[in-house]
T-cell receptor, first 113, second 112 residues
Framework: DGGITQSPKYLFRKEGQNVTLSCEQN?????MYWYRQDPGQGLRLIYY???????QKGDIAEGYSVSREKKESFPLTVTSAQKNPTAFYLC????????????FGPGTRLTVL | KNQVEQSPQSLIILEGKNCTLQ??????????LRWYKQDTGRGPVSLTI?????NTKSNGRYTATLDADTKQSSLHITASQLSDSASYIC???????????FGKGTRLSVIA
C-alpha cells in the first residue's frame, strides 16, 4: 500500500522541549516537503528537499530543522526556538519540485502546553 | 509577488444545491493549477489539474475552469452532498524547480 505516513497523529509537548515529527513515503519520490497550517490560514512551507542530503528553507523555517538521510524519510524537528509551535503539520512528497502533483500525509497535530 | 487569492473565505449551502468557488492568481511563469480538497484534520487530496492550454476539467461532480488570460479559475460543485463539506485549496505551480503557491482555501459547509 503506497503512500505517505506521518506519526504520531497527535503530539503534546511542554514548552521549551524539542520534538521530532516523522514522515515516511514509499512512493519513490525524490522531493519531500513540510508545511504548517494554522486555523484560517493556508499552508505555509517550512522546508523542502529535492534529493537525499539536500534541503532548502521555505517561507517560515525559523525554529525548525530537518534532515534527509534517506530518500524515504524527511523528519522535522520543532525546536524550542520556535515561538508558536502549536499547529497542524503536513508532510508531502512529489516526483520533482514544482509542477508534479504533491501527495500529502495525514498530518500531525502538535500542541505545546 | 506570486500570490493566490480565493473567495469566498467560507460558504454554507444546502444539500443538493450547486456552488462555485473562485481563485485568482498572480503567478509567473505559470505551469499548472490544481484544486485540492482537504477534509478537517486530514491532508489535502488533488481533485483536478489544468495546464495553460486547458480551460475545463471535470472530476465527477467537480468541474474546474481556467482562464489563463485573466488568471482566474473556478471550481463548480454540482448537486452538493454532505461529504463535500471541506476546505478547497487552489494551488498554482510555476515553471522550473520552485515550490507551489497555495491559496488560503474556501471552507465549504453543506447542511441538510
Amino acid at each position: 500500500d503506497g503512500g505517505i505516513t506521518q506519526s504520531p497523529k497527535y503530539l503534546f509537548r511542554k514548552e521549551g522541549q524539542n520534538v521530532t515529527l516523522s514522515c515516511e513515503q514509499n512512493l519513490n519520490h525524490d522531493a519531500m516537503y513540510w508545511y504548517r497550517q494554522d486555523p484560517g490560514q493556508g499552508l505555509r512551507l517550512i522546508y523542502y528537499s529535492q534529493i537525499v542530503n539536500d534541503f532548502q528553507k521555505g517561507d517560515i523555517a525559523e525554529g525548525y530543522s530537518v534532515s534527509r538521510e534517506k530518500k524515504e524519510s524527511f523528519p522535522l524537528t520543532v525546536t524550542s526556538a520556535q515561538k508558536n509551535p502549536t499547529a497542524f503539520y503536513l508532510c508531502a512528497s512529489s516526483m520533482g519540485i514544482g509542477r508534479d502533483e504533491q501527495f500529502f500525509g495525514p498530518g500531525t497535530r502538535l500542541t505545546v502546553l | 509577488k506570486n500570490q493566490v487569492e480565493q473567495s469566498p473565505q467560507s460558504l454554507i449551502i444546502l444539500e443538493g444545491k450547486n456552488c462555485t468557488l473562485q481563485c485568482n492568481y498572480t503567478v509567473s511563469p505559470f505551469s499548472n493549477l490544481r484544486w485540492y480538497k482537504q477534509d478537517t484534520g486530514r491532508g489535502p487530496v488533488s481533485l483536478t489539474i489544468m495546464t495553460f492550454s486547458e480551460n475545463t476539467k471535470s472530476n465527477g461532480r467537480y468541474t474546474a475552469t481556467l482562464d489563463a488570460d485573466t488568471k482566474q479559475s473556478s471550481l463548480h460543485i454540482t448537486a452538493s452532498q454532505l461529504s463535500d463539506s471541506a476546505s478547497y485549496i487552489c494551488v498554482v505551480s510555476l515553471s522550473g524547480n520552485t515550490p507551489l503557491v497555495f491559496g488560503k482555501g474556501t471552507r465549504l459547509s453543506v447542511i441538510a
